[in-house]
């Protein structure tokens, strides 16, 4: 049997969490798609910028969790609220790491797997379980958050690293994370040990929840519904809170635990080396992957320097931009003829294009990166202006042609 924890009994509190029940795994691709549309609602829409937005989201955050904290039981609104916030946190985290910092898609991975794993680590030396069942006291309740925090954070980066950096899109990469959570679905039925096939799942649904978004807000011309990001928001935003009221209704989710906090829990074997293995087939997998992606994607890019150099046009560093060129005259033309709308809607085509290009291009020269990314952040901003000026987004998209050769 299992100790359950070390704290007197006078600070044991009833279950904090849901029962992990068809509900919990709806609710959590609900609030994961939410975090990545939400979060580009508030960056990009209300032109808020990463900063700005991550300090709001951040501090919202912290109240809720406070809330959290000082509840005495699960209540549905005031969890998934938490879990909606520390989605839409977790994805800024990552963004502000890799367009802020500079960190590499790949460093970023490997930190969030380091602290996950270390969290890990922390949360079983002191419990000496992982249980998702029995979260009763204060510090369970905070190793808990801990890990949902960079569950969240990894998924981002696991999910942009497949989808921008290898090249994949979000629809690819969607494919294949549901493929790999069927996968573990399956083992978890032939009895892999559920609190590790808990917490890979839960991993997973951030980059399979960010391919949903992104397929249901992009313009169908890229693939997409066409939804746009203010629209998928909400319509997810009210199928989680109609959801979480039905479970509030019902208290299908409550646990058992709620009743009577019991002293004791079973213990299920075989999760240590069960764990070894199957994060080491991840590891050989992945890596073995990434090479023969990486591969690929590098002698593409000897094929253009090739071709570049044999019909004697030269090429940025960065590959043929002529795609952005195109798109900003285009801008640029309509704009000239008084076309604000349009002129508008193909900047949002040169958003789309250089965000899925970005990682790419960042891998060829990073210093050159930065240059043209900060001349179409001025070409967006003018663009999103409350009260746009032609002439001032004339000048920014005149200055973006110069840069881009």
Same mark, same amino acid.
């Given at each position: 049997?299992?100790?359950?924890?070390?704290?007197?009994?006078?600070?044991?509190?009833?279950?904090?969490?849901?029962?992990i029940?068809?509900?919990?795994?709806?609710?959590?691709?609900?609030?994961?798609?939410?975090?990545?549309?939400?979060?580009?609602?508030?960056?990009?829409?209300?032109n808020?910028?990463?900063?700005?937005?991550?300090v709001?989201?951040?501090?919202l955050?912290?109240?809720?969790?406070?809330?959290?904290?000082?509840?005495?039981?699960?209540?549905?609104?005031?969890?998934?609220?938490?879990?909606?916030?520390?989605?839409?946190?977790?994805?800024?985290?990552?963004?502000?790491?890799?367009?802020?910092? +500079? !960190?590499?898609?790949?460093?970023?991975?490997? /930190? &969030?797997? @380091?602290?996950? =794993? $270390? #969290?890990?680590?922390?949360?079983?030396?002191?419990?000496?379980?992982?249980?998702?069942?029995?979260?009763?006291?204060?510090?369970?309740?905070?190793?808990?958050?801990?890990?949902?925090?960079?569950?969240?954070?990894?998924?981002?980066?696991?999910?942009?690293?497949?989808?921008?950096?290898?090249?994949?899109?979000y629809?690819?990469?969607?494919?294949?994370?549901?493929?790999?959570?069927?996968?573990?679905?399956?083992?978890?039925?032939?009895?892999?040990?559920?609190?590790?096939?808990?917490?890979?799942?839960?991993?997973?649904?951030?980059?399979?929840?960010?391919?949903?978004?992104?397929?249901?807000?992009?313009?169908?011309?890229?693939?997409?519904? +066409? !939804?746009?990001?203010?629209?998928?928001?909400? /319509? &997810?935003? @009210?199928?989680? =809170? $109609? #959801?979480?009221?039905?479970?509030?209704v019902?208290?299908?989710?409550?646990?058992?635990?709620?009743?009577?906090?019991?002293?004791?829990?079973?213990?299920?074997?075989?999760?240590?080396?069960?764990?070894?293995?199957?994060?080491?087939?991840?590891?050989?997998?992945?890596?073995?992957?990434?090479?023969?992606?990486?591969?690929?994607?590098?002698n593409?890019?000897?094929?253009?320097?090739?071709?570049?150099?044999?019909?004697?046009?030269?090429?940025?560093?960065?590959?043929?931009?002529?795609?952005?060129?195109?798109?900003?005259?285009?801008?640029?033309?309509?704009?000239?003829?008084?076309?604000?709308?349009?002129?508008?809607?193909?900047i949002?085509?040169?958003?789309f294009?250089?965000?899925?290009?970005?990682?790419?291009?960042?891998?060829?020269?990073?210093?050159?990166?930065?240059?043209?990314?900060?001349?179409?952040?001025?070409?967006?901003?003018?663009?999103?202006?409350?009260?746009?000026?032609?002439?001032?987004?004339?000048?920014a998209?005149?200055?973006?042609?110069?840069?881009?050769?």
């Amino acid at each position: 049997m299992t100790r359950l924890s070390t704290e007197p009994a006078t600070l044991q509190r009833l279950n904090k969490v849901p029962e992990i029940t068809v509900y919990f795994w709806i609710i959590k691709i609900l609030c994961t798609t939410v975090g990545e549309t939400a979060a580009d609602y508030l960056n990009v829409n209300l032109n808020l910028g990463l900063s700005a937005t991550s300090v709001v989201m951040g501090l919202l955050l912290a109240v809720v969790l406070v809330l959290q904290f000082k509840s005495r039981r699960y209540v549905p609104a005031l969890y998934w609220l938490a879990v909606a916030l520390v989605s839409v946190f977790g994805t800024l985290v990552t963004d502000n790491l890799t367009d802020k910092a +500079g !960190l590499p898609l790949e460093t970023s991975t490997l /930190i &969030f797997a @380091t602290l996950l =794993g $270390a #969290t890990f680590f922390a949360w079983y030396r002191a419990e000496r379980t992982l249980s998702m069942h029995s979260i009763f006291t204060t510090r369970r309740e905070a190793f808990y958050w801990l890990t949902i925090l960079f569950t969240f954070a990894l998924g981002t980066a696991t999910g942009d690293l497949l989808a921008e950096k290898l090249g994949l899109g979000y629809s690819l990469t969607g494919v294949i994370v549901a493929s790999i959570i069927t996968l573990v679905a399956v083992a978890w039925r032939f009895g892999l040990h559920s609190i590790l096939s808990f917490w890979i799942i839960y991993v997973l649904t951030r980059p399979l929840g960010a391919a949903i978004g992104d397929y249901l807000s992009q313009p169908a011309k890229h693939g997409g519904l +066409g !939804l746009g990001a203010p629209l998928t928001s909400v /319509i &997810f935003f @009210t199928a989680i =809170g $109609a #959801t979480v009221a039905y479970l509030a209704v019902k208290k299908i989710d409550v646990s058992a635990i709620d009743q009577a906090a019991p002293e004791t829990e079973t213990v299920e074997r075989g999760g240590r080396w069960q764990t070894l293995l199957v994060v080491s087939l991840f590891v050989i997998a992945g890596t073995s992957g990434y090479y023969l992606r990486t591969n690929t994607l590098n002698n593409e890019r000897a094929m253009e320097a090739a071709q570049s150099a044999s019909s004697g046009v030269p090429v940025s560093v960065l590959g043929d931009l002529s795609v952005f060129r195109d798109i900003t005259q285009d801008s640029l033309t309509m704009l000239t003829a008084g076309d604000q709308a349009g002129a508008t809607t193909r900047i949002a085509d040169l958003e789309f294009e250089w965000d899925a290009a970005a990682s790419l291009l960042k891998a060829k020269d990073q210093a050159e990166w930065t240059v043209v990314d900060k001349r179409i952040d001025t070409v967006l901003r003018e663009f999103r202006s409350t009260t746009p000026n032609p002439v001032t987004e004339t000048t920014a998209l005149q200055e973006l042609l110069k840069v881009l050769g």
